[in-house]
C-alpha cells in the first residue's frame, strides 16, 4: 500500500510541474472572477436588494412589467415571494457560488484534457519504460495515474466552491453561511438551502465528470493517443443532447452513456426521466456497466502492451 500511495505522490508531484496544469488553474479562477465583476457592475437584476416594504416593491415592479412587457422584471419570481410570503433575501456569497456550480462542465473540460494525457504522453515520451521497471505491477501504476485524475478533478471542484465563495464574500458581502433562496427549476420557482443545493449540484456533476474522465482514460490506454482520447470524450460531452434528439424514439437509445449521466433529471421538479422506461436505479446501474467495462478495457490493455519498442 505504501508504494502505490508512492506512486501517486509521484503522479501528482509530476502533474503539477507541468505548465499547462496551472494554466487550467488559472482559468478557472480568471472565470469565476469574471462571472463575478460582471454581476457586481453590468447586472442589477441579480443583486438587486429590496427593502423592508418589499411587497409594495415587487407589486410596482410587476404593475410597472404589465405597462412595459419588455421589462427585466421577473413576475413569476415576484408572484412566487408574494403568494408563499417570503422575504427575498439580499444576495451574497453562497448564492454566487451556487450559480457558479454550471461551471462544473468546464472542470470535466479540463479534467479530460489530463486523463487523455496523462499516459499517452508517457508513451510517446518514452517514458513508460522508466515507470515500468520499478519493482511494482502494472496494475498499481495503471492505478496511481487514474487516482490522480480523480483526485485533480476533485481538487478544481473543492477550488469551484472556495474560490466562489471568497469572491462572492469580497464583492457582495456574507449573507450567513447557510441561506436560502428561490431559484426557478423545471416545475416552477421554489425555495431551497444553498449549501446543500451547492453539494447535490457538484455531486451531480462529479458523476458525469468522472464517466467523461474514466472514458477518456480508457481510449488514452488503448490506443495511446492524447488528441484522440480527448477529442472523443469531448465530442460525447457536447453532442450528448444532439444524439438523444435523433435516437431518442428508439427503445435502446436509454442504454445511451450520456442518456444516463445527468441523475439530476430524477430530482423532484426537474422534469423527470429524459426516455419513457428509465429510472433512478436503471441509470446508475448503466453507468455502472459502462464504468467496469472502460475500467476493465483501460487495464486489459495496459497489462497486455508491449513497450519494448517504445
Known amino acids: 500500500m505504501s508504494n502505490f500511495l508512492q506512486l501517486v505522490r509521484n503522479e501528482n508531484m509530476k502533474l503539477y510541474a507541468k505548465k499547462g496544469t496551472w494554466a487550467m488553474v488559472i482559468i478557472l479562477t480568471l472565470l469565476v472572477l469574471a462571472g463575478g465583476f460582471i454581476a457586481k ?21 410587476m404593475a410597472e412589467a404589465e405597462q412595459n412587457p ?12 408574494l403568494e408563499n410570503d417570503i ?7 453562497m448564492q454566487f457560488a451556487y450559480e457558479n456550480t454550471g461551471m462544473a462542465s468546464i472542470i470535466t473540460l479540463l479534467t479530460i484534457i489530463v ?16 515507470l515500468l521497471i520499478r519493482p511494482v505491477s502494472r496494475l498499481k501504476i495503471l492505478a496511481s495515474k487514474y487516482v490522480t485524475v480523480l483526485l485533480f478533478a476533485l481538487t478544481l471542484l473543492v477550488i469551484l466552491f472556495v474560490w466562489s ?22 416545475a416552477g420557482y421554489a425555495q431551497v438551502n444553498l449549501l446543500s443545493e451547492i453539494g447535490i449540484e457538484l455531486g451531480l456533476s462529479l458523476v458525469n465528470l468522472i464517466m467523461m474522465a474514466t472514458f477518456a482514460f480508457m481510449i488514452s490506454t488503448i490506443f495511446r493517443n492524447s488528441s484522440m482520447a480527448i477529442g472523443f470524450a469531448i465530442f460525447l460531452m457536447f453532442a450528448g443532447n444532439l444524439v438523444i434528439n435523433f435516437v431518442g424514439q ?10 444516463n449521466t445527468d441523475l439530476s433529471q430524477y430530482r423532484e421538479g426537474f422534469g423527470g426521466p429524459l426516455l419513457e422506461g428509465m429510472s433512478l436505479s436503471f441509470s446508475i446501474t448503466v453507468l455502472l456497466v459502462y464504468y467496469i467495462i472502460f475500467i476493465v ?11 519494448a519498442g517504445q
Open 297 to 307: 478495457a483501460s487495464w486489459l490493455s495496459f497489462i497486455k502492451r508491449d513497450v
Open 41 to 61: 457592475f453590468m447586472d442589477d437584476t441579480t443583486t438587486k436588494e429590496y427593502g423592508d416594504n418589499w411587497r409594495e416593491e415587487m407589486q410596482q415592479e
Open 115 to 130: 486523463a487523455g494525457g496523462i499516459l499517452a504522453t508517457e508513451f510517446n515520451q518514452g517514458t513508460i519504460k522508466l
Open 165 to 186: 465563495w471568497i469572491v462572492g464574500a469580497i464583492l457582495f458581502g456574507v449573507n450567513g453561511m447557510n441561506p436560502s433562496a428561490v431559484i426557478y427549476q423545471m
Open 250 to 259: 428508439y427503445d435502446w437509445a436509454k442504454y445511451i452513456l450520456f442518456v
Open 70 to 81: 419588455d421589462s427585466y422584471i421577473n413576475v413569476d419570481k415576484n408572484t412566487y415571494y
Open 87 to 93: 422575504e427575498p433575501q439580499s444576495y451574497g456569497a
